[in-house]
């Protein structure tokens, strides 16, 4: 699975749904040429209550943002895959 457009909750920017992109997803837009960029913005993780880092991607042809997360088929499921610094892009 690659991009998860609804699974029940609604994770939110600036008001806005986003949808979901996995690692793979993210590899198959790069061997697709598909245009993309990313980006970060800082939020609360809610299991630890500390300010971390989620990266959100943009994909040229969609209104959507998309969050990366982890494959909703491992153990931990489709949770988003948060970082505890900014990594260098």
Do not use: C
């Amino acid at each position: 699975m690659k991009e998860i457009f609804n699974v029940g909750e609604t994770i939110l920017l600036d008001g806005a749904p986003l949808a979901l992109v996995t690692p793979d997803g993210v590899k198959a837009w790069i061997e697709d040429g598909v245009q993309h960029s990313f980006r970060y913005d800082q939020v609360r993780d809610p299991l630890s209550g500390q300010m971390k880092y989620r990266r959100l991607y943009e994909k040229n042809g969609s209104d959507m943002p998309f969050v990366l997360v982890g494959n909703p088929d491992s153990e931990e499921g489709a949770h988003v895959i948060l970082f505890d610094q900014k990594p260098d892009a």
